[in-house]
């Protein structure tokens, strides 16, 4: 019977592991690879500590620092993928494709992915100008004239961080309106250095080695237009990876998990749940480890309450 089981090895996985192992839990780390979203990124601005580190430098990173726990109540199983969580009396079973693990508790940090662009020319450019996270990569684009894809909260948060480096943002959604709120929208398309086109589709990504431009489509009069823009930020939504827990915990429509912003706490008594596989409100590197401390403080409080 272990203490925790802690799903995921991002940023939030390896927190919760760090803390874990410092408190003397009894703990399996379970995940598919060390790392999360921020591999793909060749420069990460933004961890704190570190000025510049490349996505997989800070994988390396992750592992590096949980290996130095390893012993007989700190294991770490790396290649698994966890394929569900069942209830047993007043524990957890967890199950991998392999094994399966009894467990007092469970911290769920499997993260999300992002959805693509799937048009010419978007897979090519990925990491060469195409990017789907301003936070990180915003700093490497100014000056330059970038567009920003999608019409929520999201997008108009990322247009909001852009507008601190680059030349001019322009907001590009495929429908006739924003789906971000009224009052986000007005401020931020207020900025001169913002440009706004709706009912546009997306056609093309053009560029040699870098995005050098993005060819749009006006759905009403099918006028097509190349915008010579240097970077494309992509924010057209999450898909969190949470299946394996459906119907464990309660989540919203697009299966996040609902979690107590003060504790962590999902609605299953003994789940907690951290980062961006979460219903939070923002969703970066340092707030999943953030989250993921946080969970372990009120997770370890509970175990002792036992």
């Known amino acids: ?27 399996v780390l379970i995940a598919e690879e060390f790392g999360g979203q921020s591999t793909v990124s ?18 390396e990173s ?24 069942k209830k047993e009396n007043d524990t957890f079973v967890v199950l991998t494709g392999t094994q399966s693990f009894q467990t007092k508790s469970v911290l769920i940090a499997t993260g999300s992915s992002r959805k693509k662009l799937t ?24 000056g330059q004239d970038v567009a920003v894809i999608g019409g929520g909260n999201a997008a108009f948060e990322s247009a909001a961080q852009l507008l601190a480096y680059c030349k001019t943002v322009t907001m590009i959604n ?6 971000a709120d009224e009052i ?28 050098s431009g993005l060819v749009v489509k006006n759905k009403i009069s099918g006028e ?26 309660d989540m919203n429509e697009i299966k996040q998990i609902k979690v107590d912003s003060k504790t962590q706490r999902t609605s299953a008594h003994g789940i907690w749940a951290a980062g ?18 946080k969970a372990l403080e009120d997770l370890y409080q509970w175990l002792r309450r036992r």
Not at 6 to 25: D, E, F, N, Q, W
Not at 43 to 55: A, E, H, K, V, Y
Not at 224 to 231: A, D, F, Q, R
Not at 276 to 293: E, F, P
Request: hydrophobic fraction near 40%; aromatic fraction near 8%.
């Open 184 to 211: 986000t929208v007005e401020k931020v398309l207020a900025n001169s250095n913002v440009k706004s086109l709706i009912n546009t589709e997306l056609v093309e990504v053009k560029g040699d080695k870098f995005v």
């Open 276 to 293: 961006d596989c979460t219903d939070g409100l923002y969703h970066q590197n340092n707030i999943a480890a953030g989250d993921a401390v």
């Open 62 to 85: 992750f592992k590096t620092h949980l290996e130095k726990y390893k012993s007989e109540i700190f294991k770490i199983h790396i290649g698994e993928k966890v394929l569900s969580i």
């Open 42 to 59: 060749d420069d990460i601005q933004n961890w704190i500590g570190t000025p510049s580190i490349s996505g997989q430098k800070l994988a």
């Open 174 to 179: 495929r429908g006739d309106k924003f789906r």
């Open 224 to 249: 097509v237009t190349e915008l010579p823009v240097k970077g494309i930020f992509v924010e057209i939504g999450l898909i969190p990876a949470t299946n394996y827990a459906d119907g464990v915990v």
């Open 119 to 142: 048009i010419p020319g978007a897979s090519e450019f990925e990491n060469k100008g195409l990017t789907y996270c301003a936070s990180c990569d915003g700093p490497l684009f100014s």
């Open 1 to 27: 019977m272990h203490d925790l089981v802690i799903i995921g090895g991002g940023p939030g996985g390896t927190a919760a592991g760090v803390y874990a192992a410092r408190k003397l839990l009894n703990t």
